[in-house]
């Protein structure tokens, strides 16, 4: 499976970036969202189950992240609003066998980074 991130960029604090994540070679079971800050360790942000029935979310972006899927389209999103300079980070998607696998980083899958930079 590969995972294609996309949807990256500069933005305002207050503004709104939407990624996206197309999957090819494969089905994706639980999936979900890290990013990574320069200097710092790689960090869950979010992820959601197969049938979109379960989402979990950081602390640090509930209620202002939405995580979603189109199974159609092998096709992960994560809407980004209220956006603030320390969400800066390179962001990942990322698949598991399961929703469990993925919130502990048990991670079958990686795609590459795309940058997401908030100006103050």
């Known amino acids: 499976v590969q995972l294609q991130a996309s949807g990256g960029g500069l933005v305002q604090a207050g503004g709104s970036l939407r990624l996206s994540c197309a999957a090819s070679?494969?089905?994706?079971?639980?999936v979900g969202w890290f990013r990574q800050a320069p200097g710092k360790e790689r960090e869950f942000v979010a992820a959601?189950?197969?049938?979109?029935?379960?989402?979990y979310y950081a602390d640090s972006v509930k209620d202002r992240f939405t995580i979603s899927r189109d199974n159609a389209k092998n096709t992960l999103y994560l809407q980004m609003n209220s956006l603030k300079p320390e969400d800066t980070a390179d962001y990942y998607c990322?698949?598991?066998?399961?929703?469990?696998?993925?919130?502990?980083?048990?991670?079958?899958?990686w795609g590459k980074g795309t940058l997401v930079t908030v100006s103050s």
């Open positions: 990322a698949a598991g066998g399961d929703i469990g696998q993925v919130l502990n980083y048990d991670i079958n899958y």
């Open positions: 070679g494969g089905t994706l079971y639980a």
């Open positions: 959601i189950s197969w049938s979109g029935s379960r989402k």
